[in-house]
Nanobody, 124 residues
Framework: QVHVEESGGDLVQTGESLRLSCTAS????????VGWFRQAPGKEREGVSC????????WYSDSVKGRFTASRDSVKNTRYLQMGDLKPEDTGTYYC?????????????????WGHGTQVTVSS
């Protein structure tokens, strides 16, 4: 079972950038399609990105497409989410987990495990 720990969240201003990290322990992360999810207070969890296990394809939600970029360092067993042009609506707790993309919707996979997340707050 993969255990994950997210980090890098912070309080930033609108338009600024931030990079989140997700480090895994256990089986290599590259065995899984891995994505980023976020949850704002009072809202349902939303899939933000999902990268196939091969790394060949990454899907992004429409809300972040063109602003966020997912990447990985297989040696460090770590995934990153580079977030640019941040907006107040990007505020939330961000998590990484195993993912699938179904009809363009990013969902946690059946083997997803969850860390504590990292808080991103974007002030206007």
């Amino acid at each position: 079972q993969v255990h994950v720990e997210e980090s890098g969240g912070d309080l930033v201003q609108t338009g600024e950038s931030l990079r989140l990290s997700c480090t895994a322990s256990g089986p290599p992360f590259d065995h899984y399609s891995v994505g980023w999810f976020r949850q704002a207070p009072g809202k349902e969890r939303e899939g933000v990105s999902c990268t196939t296990w091969s790394g060949e394809t990454t899907w992004y939600s429409d809300s972040v497409k063109g602003r966020f970029t997912a990447s990985r360092d297989s040696v460090k067993n770590t995934r990153y989410l580079q977030m640019g042009d941040l907006k107040p609506e990007d505020t939330g707790t961000y998590y990484c987990a195993a993912c699938v993309s179904v009809g363009g919707v990013i969902l946690p996979s059946s083997v997803a495990t969850w860390g504590h997340g990292t808080q991103v707050t974007v002030s206007s």
